[in-house]
């Protein structure tokens, strides 16, 4: 989702259009109605194309121009783009091909290819209409994929068609899932015949792009759409899940105990209907299992908390191929949410656990627009009663927050139970955050802001990012305001969600990969693989990027201050699912922790503030069978980590290596620990002894 609306968005065309060009509009609206921003093409009857798109959500979003003409083969001979990213970087791309070799160059690469006739570019930054030229390009010859440049190739699907009305005019449209870009099927609606082209990009629960004048379409193509959208992940569900079927022993696993942050002996785990029905020494006598796992000494963890997550339903099975089977989701649509949710509990959907999170947000001109957006405290208490009576332990407060009812907000969702985290709301600090009664603090910058920003501040705009990038690398750990800070901060027990891999972003040079990615990059699809090169920060020159790298660095540092103070640390992403967990742990070990005690936090500490704790955190008996089976010592090497072998939970067996092939992703761990059926305790009974048995006790009862 994220990725896909940093492709996009347009308000106005400036330019006249002259009588032998055709301009199409589309219109992008929010989940709640917000108009926000939309892309004007015009295409001339050359080829040539003209685009400007525009979106903005939460204070950010990318502008883009774009300039580029389709050959006779339906494909860009040229391309250019410029504007600015969501985070406000640079974005200035081009590409021609030009007597069969293609080339290309951007802030962050380039390169040529030659035999590249026929071959669609794919831009780093473009708006929807680039979707377009492939969709047309593709149904020109039905079956057949498109290829793609730099590498790779493109197909599409047609899931659905639906006539969609708008006042008194209709029109047919179809779904199209084109596959070979990412990790999961982008999903785009367009016009049928023999040139169809987009007419409408839905994201259910979030928002919708329309032709201009067809808004009225976007919930019907939504409800569409995600039936559609559940068709294919219950499919995936059924394949890649396999349920385990009475009582499965996993023999041989030296178990890391999560409270003391050390591992085992090895030991034999049993799982039954989900749980752990007993754990004992390796080799104790076996009675009744029907299955067995082989860990063949692999250590074997409690599973992995992400505590930032902002659940998709294509996402599950990064998780699980991670290791990570709990998820505390931190806002998210709630009509989607609930779905989810209750394809999860089927076992429909393919993923973790999710423990929700209410997202509640005030009505400002930058609000975001997940959960309840509310205007005064007897909307908020009204939301937060939904929230509670649909099971939600925790309570989210956002940037546009009204500080002017924080405090009576927090104190009515404690009263429903709930615990309170949030970024800090516009005016405020975290200090006086958590004089309001915060119970904990998202993101590592909402942190460092309590020193940097003044009440003018706006922290809804990209200054968030630009003050802790800019500030923090001079800012004294040792002075009184930050010793006294920490200090309350462990008085009070208020739990710290840095999202350290997140920020990494920060000191990233355009062209440059992101660190957290580094150990992932050669295992992804390669589109995937080079939008890791992609910075999103507006970097000017080279001491601004060692002022952000030392920034970054301390803000890496204060975590671990704030650990070795008392202050409970967690561990979450807010970024691409699974594999960046992994990068957090990495990070918390560079802050100064073990990399047992970083498995500590994403594990016992992720159980204890999800209010968990009497089912999940620990390989302990009558708790729930969440299980990760690790090649390597995590515990002596935090990047073993990422070599999961095998994953157990809600009563089923996946396998990485097989998640990791149906993404497109190469295996972390190929040699993974078979699931066998174990032959029955006794012949005599198997075989028709407790038919003789049974007449021999009731004939014995009759004699009596």
Known sequence: MKKILVLAIAAAFGAAAH??????????????????????????????????????????????????????????????????????????????????????????????????????????????????????????????????????????????????????????????????????????WATTGAKPHLFAFVAPGYMAMTEEGWADAAKPLAARQKLAEAGL???????????????????????????????????????????????????SPVRGAVNEIDAAGRIMLPGLFDMHGHVGRWEGGLNLAAGVTSVRDMGNDNA??????????????????????????????????????????????????????????????????????????????????????????VGLRAHEALDAGYDEIQHINQVMLNFLATPETDTRTLDRFILPAEKVAGLDFNSP????????LKMKQTVIDPTLATFAFLKQKDGDMNTPFIPIADHMPPDVKRGFHAGTMKIADAATLARYEKSYAKMVEFVGLLYRAGVPIVAGTDEMAGFTLQAELELLVKAGLTPAQAIQVATRNGARYTRTSNDRGSVTAGKL??????????????????????????????YPHELDKELGIAPFVKDAPLLKPLAPVSATIAAGGNEAALERFTGSAKRH
């Open 336 to 425: 989607t949410m609930q779905q989810m949710l209750d394809e999860n509990a089927g076992g429909r959907l393919l993923g973790p656990q999710v423990v929700p999170c209410g997202f509640l947000e005030g009505a400002s001109p930058m609000s975001a627009n997940n959960g309840f957006v509310i205007k005064d405290l007897a909307e908020a208490r009204n939301a937060i009663d939904w929230y509670a009576e649909h099971g939600y332990p925790q309570l989210k407060i956002y940037n546009s927050f009204p500080k002017a009812i924080l405090k009576d907000t927090i104190a009515y969702a404690h009263g429903r139970g709930m615990r309170v985290s949030g970024h800090i709301p």
């Open 233 to 283: 992940l219950a499919d995936m569900a059924t394949r890649l899940q396999h349920k385990l079927d009475g009582l499965t022993v996993v023999r041989n696993a030296r178990i890391f105990d999560s409270d003391k942050a050390t591992v085992g002996a090895p030991s034999d785990v049993y799982v039954l209907r989900g749980r752990i029905t007993a754990v004992l020494p390796a080799g």
């Open 19 to 188: 009588a032998a060009t055709q301009t199409t509009r589309y219109d992008i609206y929010l989940e709640n109605g917000t108009r926000a921003g939309g892309q004007v093409v015009e295409r001339d009857d050359d080829g040539s194309t003209r685009v400007k798109f525009i979106y903005k959500d939460n204070g950010r979003g990318p502008e883009l121009a774009e300039r580029f003409k389709v050959g006779a083969d339906g494909t860009m001979s040229d391309y250019a783009v410029t504007g600015n990213s969501t985070f406000g970087s640079v974005i200035d791309e081009h590409f021609e091909i030009k007597d069969g070799t293609a080339s290309w160059h951007s802030t962050s690469e380039q390169g040529t290819k030659a035999g590249a006739g026929g071959a669609m570019y794919v831009p780093l930054s473009s708006s929807f209409e680039t979707a377009s030229v492939a969709i047309a390009a593709l149904a020109a010859h039905p079956g057949q994929p498109l290829a793609l440049l730099p590498s790779g190739q493109l197909s599409q699907r047609k899931l659905d068609e639906m006539v969609v009305t708008s006042g008194a005019k209709s029109q047919t449209v179809q779904l199209l899932a084109l596959t070979g870009l990412g990790l999961s099927p982008q999903f785009m």
């Open 481 to 488: 305001v930050v010793k006294n800070f920490i200090l309350r």
């Open 625 to 654: 069978a969440d299980l990760v089976l690790v090649d390597g010592d995590p515990t002596s090497d935090i990047g073993d980590i990422r070599k999961v072998a095998a994953v157990i939970t809600r009563g089923y067996l996946v």
